[in-house]
């Protein structure tokens, strides 16, 4: 599976921004997919989930801000990122853990290449 992550730029205090990340590669359907955020001179955290059924889970500091869906149709999943701060600068990453081909079930994990999203004050 390889991810291509986009979307990433500069954006005032206030703005928005949608990544996406775009998988390819060979299998039917992915499982948990995520983003991740990696500020200079900080520890990778992650922010957004979603699983294979729907369901999502943010971290705190992103909640009510930042929305995390997916289109598996697509293959794709998406962070719309709302009323951004300029304490949301950082690398973004998106994530998938697990996908499924011909009926089997892997348990791989992928990473995208990251996107930079610079909010300025």
């Known amino acids: 599976v390889q991810l291509q992550a986009s979307g990433g730029g500069l954006v005032e205090a206030g703005g928005s921004l949608r990544l996406s990340c775009a998988a390819s590669?060979?299998?039917?359907?992915?499982?948990?997919m995520r983003w991740y955020r990696q500020a200079p001179g900080a520890q990778r955290e992650l922010i957004a989930a979603?699983?294979?059924?729907?369901?999502?889970t943010y971290r705190d500091s992103v909640k009510g801000r930042f929305t995390i869906s997916r289109d598996d149709a697509k293959t794709s999943v998406y962070l719309q990122m709302n009323s951004l701060k300029p304490e949301d600068t950082a690398v973004y990453y998106c994530?998938?853990?697990?996908?499924?081909?011909?009926?089997?079930?892997?348990?791989?994990?992928?990473w995208g290449q990251g996107t930079l999203v610079t909010v300025s004050s």
């Open positions: 979603t699983t294979r059924g729907g369901a999502t």
């Open positions: 994530y998938v853990e697990g996908y499924y081909r011909t009926g089997v079930y892997y348990r791989d994990t992928f």
């Open positions: 590669g060979a299998f039917d359907n992915l499982n948990y």
